[in-house]
């Protein structure tokens, strides 16, 4: 099958291309390498995916360029049967900084994918939403009704993209799934996200810092997880024009994920805290009954076994992947 995976360099996208050229099919990665982290950890994401189709897996090509020219997305979309859309400004903190980039990104951007598709004999098209689009928790764990208040441009853009696909599935019969994921970690993560900052200072002998008090909870997932339910999209029609979350639902305070990653490597480090960013969300912690139920999605891995296989992933790759041994 042709899979077209737009922000196929970076973390998730990058999982999914691998993944994918592993099964065997045809992928293209749309990319254009925004220097929102180091274009280094991307670089090696490419490569990875080129030498397992040279192994004879499926064929893997990288497109660098851009998702908000329309007419390049027209003819990436017309040759792809499923479409698995990744490519955004992630990061709520940047999105403070400059939403305008981030509405062009996540919102246009998308809108050219997805009127792309509906002219086109498109499969699906698979979303990558978040859980920054519920924001201020009225309920915990949020299921899908739960109120939507986003607290950051990111969320907003979030929102606005999840509804889109659901409009396009509604209006045009365009099969889309958009999926809420909560807190992604594991190999190649964006390096200036909670866990990776933390073993990083860890190891460097440096204490790891927190934002806040660190009491705020995260559902964090393992990558791997949100593989099983991408890849399960391939074959499954039972999801199409839904919006669903995406979680561990094993949800840790930020105090305790910073002890855990410090005992284990480093139990001499005191903990820093800095100063709490407000467009963060306070809490989040998923419901997964409903992918569940649609896929039969069952979490496999929880944070402190995913904790120490990111720890074991990163000393091995320490020496490309790590901002403070790469960049010395
Ligand atoms: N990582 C998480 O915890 C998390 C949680 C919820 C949702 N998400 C969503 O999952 C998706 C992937 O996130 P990620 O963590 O892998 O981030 P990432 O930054 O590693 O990946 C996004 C990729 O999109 C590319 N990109 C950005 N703008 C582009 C453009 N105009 N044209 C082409 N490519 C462009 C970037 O270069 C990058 O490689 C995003 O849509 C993000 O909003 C991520």
Redesign the pocket.
């Known amino acids: 099958m042709d899979v077209l995976v737009?922000?196929g360099?970076?973390?998730?996208?990058g999982h999914i291309a691998e993944r994918m050229t592993r099964l065997g099919h045809d992928v293209t990665a749309?990319?254009?390498?925004?220097p929102?982290?180091n274009v280094g950890i991307?670089e090696h994401t490419v490569e990875q995916c080129r030498e397992l189709a040279a192994e004879g897996n499926g064929s893997y090509e990288l497109v660098n360029?851009?998702?908000?020219d329309a007419e390049l997305v027209n003819e990436l979309v017309a040759d792809a049967d499923y479409v698995y859309h990744?490519?955004?400004?992630?990061g709520v903190r940047a999105s403070v900084k400059n939403p305008r980039k981030v509405n062009e990104?996540n919102i246009d951007?998308t809108i050219n994918l997805l009127e792309a598709a509906r002219n086109s004999d498109t499969e699906r098209v698979v979303v990558?939403?978040?859980?920054?689009v519920y924001g201020k928790p009225q309920y915990l764990p949020y299921d899908e009704d739960h109120p939507t208040t986003p607290v950051s441009p990111y969320g907003v853009s979030?929102l606005a993209t999840e509804q889109y696909a659901r409009v396009y599935s509604e209006v045009y019969g365009l099969p889309t799934v958009s999926l809420r994921?909560?807190?992604?970690y594991g190999p190649r993560?964006?390096p200036n996200?909670a866990i990776s900052n933390f073993v990083s200072r860890c190891l460097h002998g440096e204490p790891p810092v927190i934002y806040g008090d660190g009491s705020q909870t995260r559902d964090f997932t393992f990558v791997d997880d949100i593989l099983w339910v991408n890849e399960k999209l391939l074959e499954s029609d039972a999801a199409d024009g839904e919006i669903m979350n995406v979680g561990s639902t094993d949800n840790i305070a930020i105090k305790t994920l910073a002890k855990e990653v410090r005992d284990q490597l480093a139990p001499e480090l005191e903990l820093e805290y800095g100063e709490r960013n407000d467009a963060d969300a306070e809490h989040t912690h998923a419901d997964i009954s409903k992918v569940n139920e649609l896929l039969g999605y069952e979490p496999a891995t929880d944070i402190r076994e995913g904790v120490g296989e990111f720890i074991d992933w990163y000393r091995a790759n320490e020496e490309w992947y790590d901002p403070l041994v790469r960049d010395s």
């Open positions: 737009t922000g360099a970076g973390f998730i996208g749309l990319d254009n390498f925004e929102f982290y991307k360029d851009d998702l908000r990744q490519a955004a400004q992630a990104i951007g990558a939403s978040s859980s920054s979030k994921y909560f807190t992604v993560m964006r996200m």
